[in-house]
């Protein structure tokens, strides 16, 4: 670090556990680029002062996590179409002064899913499993895919109507009852787990049976800790094509290096930089 370097941060309570220190950090130094980039524990009751403490400092960018990623919106100049549809705001740039707020969680998700397992999403079947709050932004994404259809399901079936009834008619969401998926699976491309079932330390559990699913098709899991859970490796013993949760971290963090510094982000060492991190 010089007297040129420029900063970058994430904010969040809690924080501690991030790993995007580590990915953006290696990507600069892999990119040449001279920033730096460092995590923040902002209380809800101070996030107006942090964003006044960016602007101040002149930050460059900001990630923004749990619990702040609705509220930081109050404080933005600007809030791009993608971020204003998921009515969240993960990523922040600062445009000489003005900042302006995107999220790139959605569409990360989608770039991780054409450039690790299905490069086509057009005219594909895709089922998504849970309507939390983390199905909202992919769901969005995939939709400006074009696909054949997709289908929102939730234990809590209210939740899938109402997240589906908000895209519109025009975009191709529909819901279904979590009961229906024996069916739906038999005959989707795709099938999305966004449910926390699986994920670390229940690694047994898996949100439906494998075994539903047809072969070829492309499993999708949003957990990333573990890295392989019990989905995916059902899954892959039935002969679908597997895709983890890691990929979508990385590359909401690699949108985000590209509209903060405007290169191609180095996926591949940022990636690495996450991998090591868990060891
Ligand atoms: P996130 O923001 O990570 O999506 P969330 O908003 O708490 O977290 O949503 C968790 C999702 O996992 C929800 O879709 C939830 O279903 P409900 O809306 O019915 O609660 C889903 N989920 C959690 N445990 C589940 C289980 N045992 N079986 C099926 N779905 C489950």
Redesign the pocket.
């Known amino acids: 670090m010089d007297s040129h370097t420029v900063l970058y941060g994430v904010i969040g309570d809690p924080i501690r556990h991030s790993r995007s220190p580590i990915m953006l950090n290696r990507a600069f130094r892999e990119a040449g680029v001279n920033g730096a980039y460092a995590a923040f524990h902002v209380a809800p009751d101070r996030l107006g002062e942090a964003i006044a403490g960016i602007r101040a400092l002149g930050f460059r960018g900001l990630n923004v996590t749990i619990p702040h990623k609705i509220e930081v919106m109050k404080y933005l100049d600007e809030i791009d179409e993608g971020a204003r549809a998921i009515g969240a705001v993960n990523t922040i740039v600062n445009e000489a002064g003005r900042l302006i707020g995107h999220n790139t969680d959605g569409i990360g998700y989608v770039r991780s899913l054409k450039e690790e397992v299905e490069p086509e999403l057009a005219g594909k079947r895709i089922v998504v ?7 909202r932004g992919i769901v969005w994404a995939l939709s400006r895919e074009k696909p054949a259809a997709i289908v929102l399901t ?3 079936a209210e ?1 899938a109507t109402e997240l589906a009834a908000s895209f519109g008619t025009e975009a191709g969401v529909t819901s279904a009852p ?1 009961e229906a998926l024996k069916e739906l699976c038999a005959e989707a491309d795709v099938v999305i787990n ?4 699986g994920m670390s330390p229940n690694t047994e ?1 898996t ?1 439906i049976d494998p075994e539903w699913l047809r072969p070829g098709a492309v499993a999708s899991d ?1 957990i990333y800790n573990p890295l392989t859970t019990a989905f995916l490796r059902g899954a892959e013993k039935r002969g679908c094509r597997v895709h983890g949760g890691l990929g979508m971290f990385v590359y909401q963090g690699a949108y985000a290096f590209e509209y903060w510094t405007g290169r191609p982000a180095p996926v591949a060492a940022m990636r690495g930089a996450v991998l090591e991190s868990f060891k």
Request: proline share 5%; aromatic share 6%.
């Open positions: 499993l849970g309507c939390g709050g983390a199905s939730n234990r809590t939740r979590w966004t449910t926390s079932v559990q949100p949003l």
